[in-house]
């Protein structure tokens, strides 16, 4: 459990957890012009996240 604060204060507790091989079609909708704008361009969702992939 982490409690993170947005620039503006807004403040979140998050419970990360492991990545699995179900959340690679989340990461991929969060792909947009906008954040490719910001962060470039990733082709491949493996670089991503490695172990949904290789166990």
């Known amino acids: 459990m982490t409690t993170i604060t947005s620039l503006r204060g807004h403040t979140e507790v998050v419970h990360?957890?492991?990545t699995e091989?179900?959340?690679a079609?989340?990461?991929a909708s969060l792909?947009?012009?906008f954040?490719?704008?910001i962060f470039g361009?990733?082709?491949d969702i493996m670089y991503?996240?490695?172990s949904?992939?290789?166990g």
């Open 35 to 37: 954040t490719e704008d």
């Open 41 to 43: 361009r990733i082709d």
């Open 16 to 18: 990360p957890r492991r």
């Open 25 to 27: 079609s989340a990461f």
């Open 52 to 54: 949904c992939f290789h």
């Open 21 to 23: 091989a179900r959340d």
């Open 31 to 33: 792909f947009t012009h």
């Open 48 to 50: 991503l996240c490695p």
